[in-house]
């Protein structure tokens, strides 16, 4: 009785913990388990327990907070849709009146299809499902070609993009960091001023090489500098809806290095500009 009545004793904290454990849901994941003091092992168990439900909670706020952007993102554009084509049936148009409509509608379905895109990539690399092609890819040649294919862009706001490509070697899957590149490039034509200049630099600093992208524009707040890769997250939504922005191209650039044994880095002053900055691993015999 007395052996019983000991390890029962002993034993009511930890099947309280299992009985509180037991009440916490989905719904309830801001609950702890209380930490009475009773014994260290414990206390470290529940302790321990206590972490790993502060982490679900924030996994799980963070998936609302995706669906909730995901569903605004694919309703802006179909409602753009529907409003267009129900003007355009209650007018009488002619062919030209027509032609910009169809334009307008072809519009916004290029961008469902490239936010579709962007969320597909994303879910197949968070699913580890996203299978990179690495080879040796020289950073300098893809700097150029970036630049030439969007410079007809910057031309229209009266930039210059500009590439100071020094050559340098990275095992690299070519499509997914030239998306990267061209995602830095176009943020930095959308919100830097007319008659700026944009940069694009390749080279190597110690063991790493680095590609990036450097303009004059606006800089950012430093309140908004450790969200500006989590996805949807803008630090102007309207002004980036208007230019045709999907929110997803950071989280992409963040993911593209990562997957790449890298890392990416900003420099930013307000008023004076950004820079982007990706940084991988050199290949294998590379000086």
């Known amino acids: 009785m007395g052996g019983f009545w000991i390890a029962h004793r002993s034993l009511a904290p930890l099947s309280r913990l299992a009985i509180r454990s037991q009440h916490i849901t989905a719904e309830q994941l801001h609950q702890r388990l209380p930490v009475e003091g009773v014994s260290l092992e414990l206390d470290q168990l529940a302790a321990a327990f206590n972490d790993t439900l502060a982490r679900l909670e924030g996994s799980f706020d963070q998936l609302k907070r995706f669906t909730a952007d995901v569903?605004?993102?694919?309703?802006?554009?179909?409602?753009?849709?529907?409003?267009?084509?129900?003007?355009?049936?209650r007018g009488n148009h002619d062919a030209e009146g027509y032609r910009e409509v169809i334009g307008s509608m072809l519009e916004e379905v290029?961008?469902?299809?490239?936010?579709?895109d962007e969320l597909l990539?994303?879910?197949?690399?968070?699913?580890?499902?996203?299978?990179?092609?690495?080879?040796?890819?020289?950073?300098?040649?893809?700097?150029?070609?970036?630049?030439?294919?969007?410079?007809?862009?910057?031309?229209?706001?009266?930039?210059?993009?500009?590439?100071?490509?020094?050559?340098?070697v990275v095992p690299g899957d070519r499509t997914v960091l030239r998306q990267a590149l061209v995602n830095l490039v176009m943020n930095a034509i959308k919100y830097s001023p007319q008659r700026t200049r944009i940069r694009i630099e390749s080279g190597r600093r110690g063991d790493a090489a680095f590609l990036q992208v450097a303009d004059e524009g606006p800089g950012i707040a430093p309140e908004h500098q450790e969200r500006l890769f989590e996805r949807f997250y803008r630090v102007d939504k309207s002004r980036a809806r208007e230019m045709g922005g999907t929110g997803l191209g950071l989280a992409l650039v963040k993911w593209s290095a990562e997957a790449h044994g890298g890392r990416v880095e900003l420099e930013t002053e307000v008023g004076r500009g950004s820079t982007f900055r990706i940084v991988l691993p050199v290949a294998a015999g590379e000086s």
Do not use: F, I, Y
């Not at 290029?110 to 579709?116: A, F, S, Y």
């Not at 690399?125 to 040796?136: F, N, Q, V």
């Open 110 to 116: 290029d961008r469902l299809t490239r936010l579709t």
């Open 71 to 89: 569903s605004h993102e694919l309703r802006t554009p179909l409602t753009a849709l529907r409003a267009v084509g129900e003007v355009a049936l």
């Open 121 to 168: 990539t994303l879910a197949r690399a968070d699913a580890g499902e996203a299978k990179l092609r690495k080879e040796p890819l020289e950073l300098g040649a893809l700097a150029r070609e970036v630049a030439g294919h969007l410079s007809v862009l910057a031309e229209d706001k009266e930039q210059a993009v500009q590439v100071e490509a020094a050559p340098v």
